[in-house]
């Protein structure tokens, strides 16, 4: 079993910044991959970056977003630049054994944190 918890979200003016954590406990945490996803109100979840390939990003944040994963503390962050009103949602992070940006992929989540970015 792995329990995921995120923290750092909040209310944004576009163009700010915000960092998310993500904290993992288990035994085996450390052995999966880790990805963070989002949900807007309406719309389906969303893969935003994994930790795979020097990090793994979708189009709508490459180049703005950046994860990072540190063993010895469990963690797995995700800095957020230039951030736009689209990208209000609440955004999970999620572990699992593949390699994958389908939510289904990811048998463990956390219990996402909200974003808000205002224009």
């Known amino acids: 079993q792995v329990q995921l918890v995120e923290s750092g979200g909040g209310l944004v003016q576009a163009g700010g910044s915000l960092r998310l954590s993500c904290t993992a406990s288990?035994?085996?945490?450390?052995?999966?991959?880790m990805g963070w996803f989002r949900q807007a109100p309406g719309k389906e979840r969303e893969f935003i970056a994994g930790?795979?390939?020097?990090?793994r990003y979708s189009d709508s944040v490459k180049g703005r977003f950046s994860i990072s994963r540190d063993y010895a503390k469990n963690t797995v962050d995700l800095q957020m630049n230039s951030l736009k009103p689209e990208d209000t949602a609440v955004y999970y992070c999620?572990?699992?054994?593949?390699?994958?940006?389908?939510?289904?992929?990811?048998?463990?989540w956390g219990q996402g944190t909200q974003v808000t970015v205002s224009s």
């Open positions: 999620a572990a699992g054994a593949s390699w994958s940006e389908r939510p289904s992929e990811y048998p463990y």
């Open positions: 288990g035994r085996t945490a450390s052995g999966y991959i």
């Open positions: 930790t795979w390939s020097r990090g």
